[in-house]
Nanobody, 124 residues
Framework: QVQVVESGGGLVQPGGSLRLSCAASGSIFSINAMDWYRQAPGKERELVAYITSGGSKKYADSVKGRFTISSDNAKNTMYLQMSSLKPEDTAVYYC??????????????????WGQGTQVTVSS
């Protein structure tokens, strides 16, 4: 099985910074991509940023130039460095990991896993 654990959320003042982490562990064969999503109260979950195993990155327009996604492939860990935070960045942030793992019988399957979410609150 696979476990995904997020950390790093909290309360920060506007203009401040936070770094989120997302670590995957368990019987992972390979990771295809890792994504950050967020969901604010009363709103739909939206994609914030993603990074592929090859290092390609993409950001939502609302966070370009302020957020940076990175990964440590050896540790199956992803990070989201958030700077110049705004009140509208307040949300629960979730990581999603698209990976391959072996199941009983030796079959390689592709699945995606979600973290439990971490609250980010930007307020003075």
């Amino acid at each position: 099985q696979v476990q995904v654990v997020e950390s790093g959320g909290g309360l920060v003042q506007p203009g401040g910074s936070l770094r989120l982490s997302c670590a995957a562990s368990g019987s992972i064969f390979s990771i295809n991509a890792m994504d950050w999503y967020r969901q604010a109260p009363g709103k739909e979950r939206e994609l914030v940023a993603y990074i592929t195993s090859g290092g390609s990155k993409k950001y939502a327009d609302s966070v370009k130039g302020r957020f940076t996604i990175s990964s440590d492939n050896a540790k199956n860990t992803m990070y989201l460095q958030m700077s110049s935070l705004k009140p509208e960045d307040t949300a629960v942030y979730y990581c999603n990991i698209d990976l391959r793992r072996y199941i009983m019988g030796g079959t390689l399957i592709r699945e995606d896993y979600w973290g439990q979410g971490t609250q980010v609150t930007v307020s003075s």
